[in-house]
């Protein structure tokens, strides 16, 4: 199995790599600074003998989305799996944020998914299968304060998703919205109660059961919350 992951340096995307490497899953990973984690990819392919391929990419920028792309083009005449987790989160309100941030939230949050895909999908429908995995957020399914810009490129991405989904059913490539709500991650770092916040490998663990199912079979999504509820 061949699988893309990007922002995979750390939270998310890292304990998805880390899971699907455990199957045996050869990776191709991608974010700014892939390159920090090259002991850890070592471990990977040592432990479960696999191959382990990387990029450094910022990827709110389609010149450089188009460069990764290029690169597993180049490497893999199979993709099975594309998980978009790139993404950053910046709070504020719609009426007081800073110029500029809601372009900066949708160049990474939603184009950095819709770029890669368009580069990445033809791959899989030559094949006729695939799954490719959106990583949205519970602030794509309801708005809360303070969640300005950021919430409004995670209802895009999920409109994506959607999108996406109807779109390739012909080709029997799967689609998957992935809502994780507050998951310890580099953001909440420092929070006193760790007991209200989900673990990284609960959501790995529902990303990689989602694409071990049949080909008759597709999770359109997945909702995780911390068990007390969102903060």
């Known amino acids: ?14 304990g998805i790599a880390e899971r699907f490497a455990k199957d045996g ?20 392919m040592e432990k479960y003998g696999i ?29 099975d ?10 709070p504020g309100s719609v009426y ?16 950095s998914a819709y770029h890669l895909t368009r580069r990445l999908v033809p791959v899989m429908m030559r094949k006729k299968k695939g799954h490719i995995f959106n990583v949205c957020s519970i602030a794509a399914l309801a708005a809360y304060p303070n969640g300005g810009s950021y919430s409004i490129s995670k209802f895009a991405l999920e409109g994506f998703s959607k999108n996406l989904r109807e779109e390739l059913k012909p080709y ?6 992935v809502h994780p ?12 109660d760790q007991s209200r916040i989900m673990e990284v490998e609960d959501v790995a663990k529902m990303v990689y059961a989602a694409s071990s199912l049949s080909a ?3 999770v359109e999504d997945i909702i995780l919350r911390p068990q007390l509820g969102d903060l």
């Open 51 to 79: 191959s382990v391929s990387s990029f450094n990419a910022d990827l709110s920028r389609r010149e450089e989305v188009f460069a990764f792309a290029d690169a597993v083009l180049s490497a893999w005449e199979d993709i």
């Open 81 to 90: 799996v594309l998980v978009n987790n790139a993404g950053s989160f910046v």
């Open 216 to 218: 008759t079979a597709c």
């Open 181 to 192: 709500g507050a998951t310890f991650t580099q953001a909440w770092e420092g929070f006193a």
């Open 1 to 14: 199995m061949n699988v893309v992951i990007t922002g995979a340096s750390q939270g998310i995307g890292k």
């Open 25 to 44: 899953a050869n990776l191709f990973l991608v974010s700014r600074n892939m390159d920090k984690q090259a002991k850890w990819q070592q471990e990977l």
């Open 172 to 177: 029997g490539i799967k689609v998957t919205s």
């Open 96 to 111: 007081n944020e800073p110029e500029g941030q809601l372009e900066q939230m949708i160049e990474l949050n939603l184009y």
